[in-house]
């Protein structure tokens, strides 16, 4: 469920989503009609009356929702495997970037992407109208080949946009600054740490907030992409 407060905090509204099995709401994001929610659930679930059942173990959502609660749009996507949405941010174009993770081939409006099997991050774009305009998966950070990679917080800078990537192996934590097509300007990482907590936008450029263990001071490099 989500649940809207007043100015003073004062309860306003609870709206909530029916799954046959489990169903988590992930991240929130304002944008110019109410928020979008992203998440991801496995058996079925119920959206304003239209019954999915999840492609794989899990599938993704997004949904939309007007400043009184009630829903705008929504998309549900995935695959034959295992597809999650753990961040999103509404776009000043009024589409939403969103950023999580699958293991499978997702095909979304004709545009497809395709994991090796393991658990890789995974971004989507949607325009305006809510159709894709773009999504890519990435294998690793750099020289960096790691197996279950979980695209984690995402934050507008500028023009662009940055991503923050929480990864699984001994370096877990990387940077990235990304273009509209979701391709990479540069990566700043890895960093041992116990894992990414947050990244926002600054006046300037960005702000991470993480637990690290040790910082690497290596220059910039590419990410890894697998489309």
Not at 6 to 21: H, P, Q, V
Not at 25 to 35: H, K, L, M, N
Not at 40 to 52: H, L, R
Not at 77 to 83: A, E, K, Q, S, V
Request: aromatic share 8%.
């Amino acid at each position: 469920f989500h649940l809207s407060l007043g100015d003073d905090g004062s309860f306003e509204r609870l709206t909530g989503l029916a799954s046959s099995e489990a169903i988590v709401y992930t991240s929130v994001s304002v944008d110019a009609g109410g928020v979008v929610i992203a998440g991801k659930f496995s058996g079925s679930v119920d959206i304003a009356g239209s019954v999915y059942d999840a492609s794989g173990l899990e599938d993704a959502f997004v949904i939309a929702y007007d400043a009184v609660g009630e829903q705008r749009w929504h998309r549900v996507l995935g695959g034959p495997g295992t597809d999650s949405f753990w961040d999103v941010v509404a776009l000043p174009d009024g589409g939403v970037l969103l950023a999580g993770g699958t293991d499978g081939t997702v095909v979304i409006d004709g545009i497809t992407v395709t994991s090796t099997g393991a658990p890789q991050g995974w971004l989507v774009r949607l325009r305006v109208d809510h159709t894709c305009a773009a999504q890519r998966t990435y294998a690793g950070v750099g020289t960096l080949s790691v197996s279950g990679d979980v695209f984690a917080r995402l934050a507008l800078t500028g023009p662009g946009s940055v991503l923050g990537v929480e990864l699984v192996g001994p370096q877990n934590v990387a940077i990235a600054s990304l273009r509209d097509d979701l391709s990479a300007r540069f990566v700043a990482g890895p960093f041992r740490g116990e894992g990414l907590d947050d990244v926002r936008a600054s006046a300037d450029g960005f702000m991470v907030a993480m637990t690290p263990e040790s910082f690497s001071r290596d220059p910039p490099r590419p990410l890894d992409p697998r489309s």
